[in-house]
């Protein structure tokens, strides 16, 4: 069993929390954030998502690798990457990066999603839950940044009354460019914004 405790926390979300693990630091490990049901399935789904995209590619370097399940003194967890810079930092999401950093360069962060867009409909790499805080930015030594989706529940995560888009491949690739071109749009609307949230997060 690994024991974990607040020293080894990362994040919080609404659905789970990221731990570093304590012996592996290149990787970590996500905890339901309570008993309600869609915390729970949340590992699961995110699980299939990833074993459903690695039937299909067999080299992946833009998502987060995950391997199976482990026990924790906080519950059951899922053990996947833990992504960092090649400084050795734990790599800041897009959501970071947006809102509390004093001053990005925006428009390139803008192209560098564009073409991690581009290249998962062209290889059709199916995450439909792709949105700011889903998505690190490894950064490189020369500070050019490498896109890395770090939630893969993908067509696990499609919440269609009848969820088509997930085994027809059409409609898959139609779902997916309106995912890619939301999370892009969203990147100036969060910035223009983003007081908001450095207030809320106080």
């Not at 995950?66 to 996947?80: A, P, Q, S, V």
């Not at 950064?139 to 067509?155: E, M, N, R, W």
């Not at 409609?171 to 983003?194: A, N, V």
Request: a neutral charge; one cysteine or more.
């Amino acid at each position: 069993m690994i024991f974990l405790d607040e020293a080894n926390l990362i994040s919080r979300g609404q659905l789970r929390s990221c731990y570093q693990h304590p012996e592996n630091m290149d990787r970590i490990i996500k905890i339901p954030a309570g008993d309600k049901k869609e915390c729970l399935a949340a590992n699961i789904s995110e699980l299939k998502g990833y074993h459903s995209l690695m039937l299909k590619h067999t080299d992946l370097f833009c998502v987060s690798h995950c391997y199976g399940f482990i026990r924790t003194n906080l519950g059951r967890g899922l053990e996947c990457d833990c992504i960092r810079d090649e400084s050795g930092r734990i790599s800041k999401t897009l959501w970071d990066i947006v809102i509390f950093e004093d001053d990005p360069d925006i428009d390139y962060i803008i192209k560098v999603i564009e073409n991690f867009c581009d290249y998962l409909i062209s290889e059709k790499i199916f995450l439909f839950d792709l949105n700011l805080k889903n998505v690190a930015l490894r950064q490189l030594s020369d500070g050019s940044y490498q896109p890395t989706a770090i939630d893969l529940k993908g067509v696990y995560d499609n919440h269609e009354l009848i969820p088509v888009s997930s085994y027809f491949e059409f409609l898959g690739r139609k779902k997916l460019k309106r995912r890619c071109s939301q999370l892009i749009d969203r990147i100036p609307y969060f910035r223009e914004i983003r007081m908001e949230f450095q207030k809320s997060s106080k």
